[in-house]
């Protein structure tokens, strides 16, 4: 699933492609895409706005539009962008929508699980909207150690569980949580509420420096990711615990070790990242 780094490849990728372009033509070809809305709705709003910038918070692609609306895009599992400067881009049998615009340029949307969203919200909806569902950013100036250690102050669920609610922490999944856990010498299921100031002061900087490299290398590619051009990400290369379980961690050789947590599967080195430290 695209996480911080993958999406903001993807804006980077995409900005300079549709930043101040008119749509003139739009066509959504799955109805799962904006649901409860109708797509043929949301397509008629796009034709005739223009890209006024395009943003991210935490998970989500947002396109500003000079209307006043954004299109949130929501990737999920499976969902990325394509572009053509110019012409047309070649048949997809994943497409699952296309925009047409002034410059000549195409940005289609494709989709194998069909599992990503299109919705567009004017500002009095939107700014709600991402509040209900996202905290801080972690790459903000704002997020700093005493917020971090707020957010985590009291919560008896495991350190890996608290990084992955985005209510939390905004961007940061599966794979980063692993790396920063790694990168913090913190066992993954130790209660988030259990850090210590020290620990605190250790996560954060771990978790941007997972998230910058994340970016640094366009993302990781696992099996279905890729940018707007088509290019597979290299973060899967740089990998210190994520799905090595067996191998031997980088820092001290001892194999690491897979486990779960939140429901999702979790490596980590039991000799670095001690349950019990000390």
């Not at 990728?13 to 649901?35: K, N, Q």
């Not at 919560?155 to 980063?176: C, T």
């Amino acid at each position: 699933m695209p996480e911080l780094p993958e999406v903001e490849t993807v804006r980077r990728r995409l900005a300079p492609v549709v930043e101040g372009a008119t749509i003139e033509r739009a066509e959504i070809v799955d109805a799962r895409l904006t649901r409860p809305v109708e797509p043929g709705i949301v397509a008629e709003r796009l034709v005739g706005d223009a890209v006024a910038h395009l943003e991210r918070r935490g998970k989500y692609l947002l396109w500003r539009l000079e209307s006043g609306r954004t299109l949130v895009v929501h990737l999920r599992m499976t969902g990325s962008f394509r572009h053509a400067v110019a012409g047309a881009l070649p048949d997809d049998a994943y497409r699952r929508a296309t925009l047409g615009l002034g410059t000549g340029a195409e940005v289609a949307y494709r989709d194998v699980r069909r599992f990503g969203t299109w919705e567009l919200l004017d500002e009095g909806h939107l700014r709600p909207y991402l509040g209900a569902r996202l905290g801080p950013e972690p790459l903000a100036p704002s997020f700093s150690a005493a917020r971090l250690g707020a957010l985590a102050a009291g919560r008896r669920a495991p350190v890996k569980s608290f990084l992955l609610d985005q209510r939390r922490i905004a961007g940061v999944g599966n794979i980063y949580a692993d790396e920063a856990l790694w990168r913090a010498r913190i066992h993954p299921l130790r209660p988030a509420g259990s850090l210590e100031e020290d620990d605190i002061a250790r996560l954060r900087k771990a978790i941007r420096a997972a998230l910058e490299l994340g970016i640094s290398r366009q993302g990781a590619t696992l099996r279905d990711y890729r940018d707007p051009d088509g290019r597979r990400g290299r973060m899967q290369r740089e990998f210190t615990v994520y799905g090595r379980a067996g191998e031997p961690c980088p820092r001290c050789g001892t194999p690491i070790e897979k486990t779960r947590a939140g429901g999702r599967g979790t490596w980590y080195c039991p000799q670095c990242q001690r349950l019990h430290p000390g």
